[in-house]
C-alpha cells in the first residue's frame, strides 16, 4: 500500500459498520464485455471493475459477503484531483440515465439483459446521485442498489447487491452515508 493509498484504505468500511454475517472477500472481476450499449457498459464498469485511468487518482477498494451466494457489498473509493471526482460522477449519471434497457454479453458467450432505474441524488455527501441496477441472464438475476457521492475530492461508489433482489434501499443508503461520513 502506498503512502497516497493509506488514508482511504483507512477510510473503507468494515464488518464493524456492516449489518451482521459480512466478511472480507474477493469476488471474480467478469464484468460484461461488450453490450447494444457500450455507454452503458463501460460507465458501469469503469465505476465497479475498473481502476481509473485519470492523472493523480488514487484509489482504495473493498468487497464483502454474507455468504457465497451474497449478498455483496463493495465499495470504491477515487480521491481525484481537482473537480474530478465531482466530473466523473456527473459523467456516470448523464450516460446511466439512458440505460433503461441494453443487452450484455461476456466473452465465453453468455449474454443477457441489464437495467438502470435512476432514483436521483441520494442526499449524501457534496452531491450523490443512486439507482437500482438489475442484470439477468438465463441462470441468475442480480439486483443491486448503486449510491454515486462525492465528498470533497472523493468519489464513493458503493454497490449493495443480492440476487434475484438487492438488499433494502435504506439500509444501503445508511452505509452510504457511513462510507461519507468516513472521508478524511
Not at 450484455?104 to 450523490?128: F, L, N, Q
Not at 438488499?167 to 445508511?174: E, G, H, I, M
Request: charged share 15%.
Amino acid at each position: 500500500m502506498s503512502p497516497r493509498t493509506a488514508p482511504l484504505s483507512a477510510a473503507l468500511l468494515t464488518t464493524a459498520q456492516l449489518p451482521a454475517g459480512y466478511v472480507k472477500t474477493v469476488l471474480r472481476n467478469e464484468p460484461p464485455t461488450h453490450s447494444d450499449h457500450p455507454g452503458c457498459v463501460a460507465a458501469l464498469n469503469g465505476l465497479e471493475s475498473s481502476r481509473s485511468t485519470r492523472p493523480g487518482a488514487v484509489e482504495a477498494r473493498v468487497t464483502f459477503a454474507q455468504s457465497q451466494s451474497g449478498p455483496f457489498l463493495q465499495q470504491v473509493l477515487r480521491r481525484l484531483p481537482g473537480t474530478g471526482a465531482r466530473q466523473d460522477l456527473e459523467q456516470a449519471v448523464d450516460e446511466l440515465s439512458d440505460c433503461a434497457g441494453f443487452s450484455i454479453g461476456w466473452s465465453d458467450g453468455t449474454t443477457g439483459m441489464e437495467r438502470v432505474v435512476p432514483h436521483g441524488s441520494a442526499g449524501i455527501g457534496d452531491v450523490s446521485w443512486h439507482a437500482t441496477v438489475t442484470a439477468t441472464t438465463r441462470t441468475f438475476t442480480v439486483q443491486e442498489t448503486l449510491v454515486l457521492a462525492v465528498v470533497r475530492r472523493t468519489l464513493i461508489v458503493l454497490s449493495d447487491a443480492g440476487s434475484p433482489t438487492a438488499p433494502d434501499r435504506p439500509r444501503t443508503l445508511a452505509l452510504a452515508r457511513t462510507a461519507a461520513s468516513r472521508i478524511p
